[in-house]
């Protein structure tokens, strides 16, 4: 008995520690339980900053996958725009500039001409000598003909002698005409007394030519100027031999005069700016014994015909030479002064290419290049006259590459403006 009373004493015992503990148990401090909670929600807290922070890693590989196809893009179209080739563009210039166009010209005397005797003879005195301004009539130089000093004496003799015939013959024409109208004589007798009269008054009027032919040949003994101007050249001295005319088998020029007042210069002008100059335009005239003077002509007239050989059209421009500023035979250098062409362009020589087809010249339409073929006209060095092509509207490219072709996508980065004409 003993035993189990002890054994339930133990278990009663065991019980009351057992609710004990557990009234200590249910009565918990107030930090104790907030310990407790907190302890209890960390596995949640934990998983919440796991899932942030897969969702952070997972936005970053988005964003560099995002970052790295937006790069790619980019970069594809970078590259595809850097495969297009850049081109700088300009338009034509409506019209061509006028020009100057230099060519040499040779100087000659508004008049001028050769003098040769009429005569022949022995220069006995010349009066003026090279250089000499003279004027019109002024006796340049005499002659000795003795020839015709004596067939003159003669034919003024043989004059006579027909005069006196022709007086005679006359006389005895009245004469056998009285008779007649006596029927003295027949008529027959009387016609011919007549025609003896007529005859011996033609030989009369003949002997008075030849007088007059060598009075005229005794004028020529004296050379005289036909016009005023200047002494250029002598050619005969006191004592020389002189031949009558030009056409004899040596023929000798006894003086050169030349009119220096006025003077012609002429030029032969390319049958390329044959139509470019006109009657009535201006040009300068220059020469290398003095650079700094110009001297202005007017053009006055032109040939009208382009040569065969030189395929040139010869111009001549008048110059007022009061002044003597010009010389007969002076090589001087005549400037025309070239309008612009209607009805043409001008264009950068830079805009060119030159192909078999022949010059073109790169246009863009739409960032697409077409080829289109010109005529030049006249290049001016830096640009180009075009007869037609080309609009004023046109693009036309600067400085075209050689593998350039129609069709060709460009890219335009800049458009110059079109130079101003001059």
Same mark, same amino acid.
């Given at each position: 008995?003993s035993?189990?009373?002890?054994?339930?004493?133990a278990?009663t015992?065991?019980?009351?520690?057992s609710?004990?503990?557990n009234?200590?148990t249910?009565?918990?401090?107030?930090?104790?339980?907030?310990?407790?909670?907190?302890?209890?929600?960390a596995?949640?807290?934990?998983?919440?900053i796991?899932?942030l922070?897969?969702v952070?890693?997972?936005?970053?590989i988005g964003?560099?996958?995002?970052s790295?196809r937006s790069h790619?893009?980019?970069?594809?179209?970078?590259?595809?725009q850097?495969?297009?080739p850049?081109v700088?563009?300009?338009?034509?210039s409506?019209?061509?500039?006028?020009?100057?166009?230099t060519?040499?010209?040779?100087?000659s005397?508004?008049?001028?001409?050769?003098?040769?005797?009429?005569?022949?003879?022995y220069?006995?005195?010349?009066?003026?000598?090279?250089?000499?301004h003279?004027?019109?009539g002024?006796?340049?130089?005499?002659i000795?003909?003795?020839?015709?000093?004596?067939?003159l004496i003669?034919?003024?003799?043989?004059?006579?002698?027909?005069?006196?015939?022709?007086?005679?013959?006359g006389?005895?024409?009245?004469?056998?005409?009285?008779l007649?109208?006596?029927?003295?004589?027949?008529?027959q007798e009387?016609?011919? !007394?007549?025609s &003896?009269?007529?005859?011996?008054q %033609? $030989?009369?009027?003949?002997?008075? /030519?030849?007088?007059? +032919?060598?009075?005229?040949?005794?004028?020529?003994?004296?050379?005289?100027?036909p016009?005023?101007g200047?002494?250029?050249?002598?050619n005969?001295?006191?004592g020389d031999?002189?031949n009558?005319?030009?056409?004899?088998?040596?023929?000798?020029?006894?003086?050169?005069? !030349?009119?220096t &007042?006025k003077?012609?210069?002429y %030029? $032969?002008?390319?049958?390329?700016? /044959?139509?470019?100059? +006109?009657?009535?335009?201006?040009?300068?005239?220059?020469?290398?014994?003095?650079?700094?003077?110009?001297?202005?002509?007017?053009?006055v007239?032109?040939?009208?015909?382009?040569?065969?050989?030189?395929?040139?059209?010869?111009?001549?421009?008048?110059?007022?030479?009061?002044?003597?500023?010009?010389?007969?035979g002076a090589?001087?250098?005549?400037?025309f002064?070239?309008?612009g062409?209607?009805?043409?362009?001008?264009?950068?020589?830079?805009?060119?290419?030159f192909?078999a087809?022949?010059?073109?010249?790169?246009?863009?339409?739409?960032?697409?290049?077409q080829?289109?073929?010109?005529?030049?006209g006249?290049?001016?060095?830096?640009?180009?006259e075009?007869l037609?092509?080309?609009?004023?509207?046109?693009?036309l490219?600067?400085?075209?590459?050689?593998?350039?072709?129609s069709?060709?996508?460009v890219?335009?980065?800049?458009?110059?403006?079109?130079k101003?004409?001059?």
């Open positions: 008995m035993e189990q009373s002890h054994i339930v004493d278990e015992e065991n019980d009351a520690r609710d004990v503990s009234i200590h249910d009565v918990v401090p107030a930090h104790e339980e907030a310990h407790a909670e907190r302890h209890i929600d596995p949640g807290s934990m998983r919440s796991g899932i922070f897969a952070v890693i997972l936005a970053a964003y560099g996958i995002y790295r790619e893009s980019s970069l594809q179209e970078t590259t595809a850097e495969s297009i850049p700088i563009v300009t338009h034509a409506i019209g061509s500039k006028s020009g100057e166009l060519l040499p010209g040779s100087v005397a508004y008049i001028e001409t050769p003098i040769y005797s009429r005569t022949n003879g220069l006995r005195k010349w009066y003026y000598d090279i250089g000499a003279v004027k019109q002024d006796l340049l130089a005499l000795e003909t003795p020839e015709v000093d004596q067939q003669q034919s003024r003799a043989e004059l006579e002698r027909q005069e006196a015939n022709a007086q005679l013959a006389t005895t024409s009245d004469r056998w005409q009285s007649l109208a006596k029927h003295a004589v027949s008529q009387a016609d011919q !007394a007549r &003896n009269y007529i005859a011996a %033609a $030989a009369v009027d003949a002997s008075k /030519a030849n007088v007059k +032919r060598l009075e005229e040949l005794q004028n020529y003994e004296k050379i005289t100027a016009f005023s200047v002494i250029t050249a002598r005969t001295d006191i031999l002189i009558a005319g030009s056409g004899s088998a040596n023929p000798r020029e006894l003086f050169h005069l !030349a009119d &007042n003077m012609r210069v %030029a $032969a002008i390319p049958e390329l700016y /044959a139509d470019r100059v +006109r009657n009535g335009g201006v040009a300068k005239i220059t020469q290398d014994s003095n650079p700094g003077q110009v001297i202005t002509g007017n053009i007239r032109n040939s009208s015909a382009i040569d065969r050989t030189s395929r040139t059209l010869n111009v001549e421009v008048d110059i007022d030479n009061r002044n003597n500023l010009l010389r007969p090589y001087v250098f005549v400037h002064d070239l309008p062409a209607p009805g043409t362009f001008t264009i950068p020589s830079n805009t060119m290419l192909r087809q022949g010059a073109q010249v790169a246009v863009v339409k739409d960032d697409r290049v080829l289109k073929p010109i005529k030049i006249h290049d001016y060095g830096d640009t180009v075009v037609s092509g080309i609009t004023a509207q046109d693009a490219v600067l400085s075209p590459a050689d593998s350039l072709v069709g060709a996508q890219r335009v980065t800049s458009t110059v403006a079109p101003g004409l001059e």
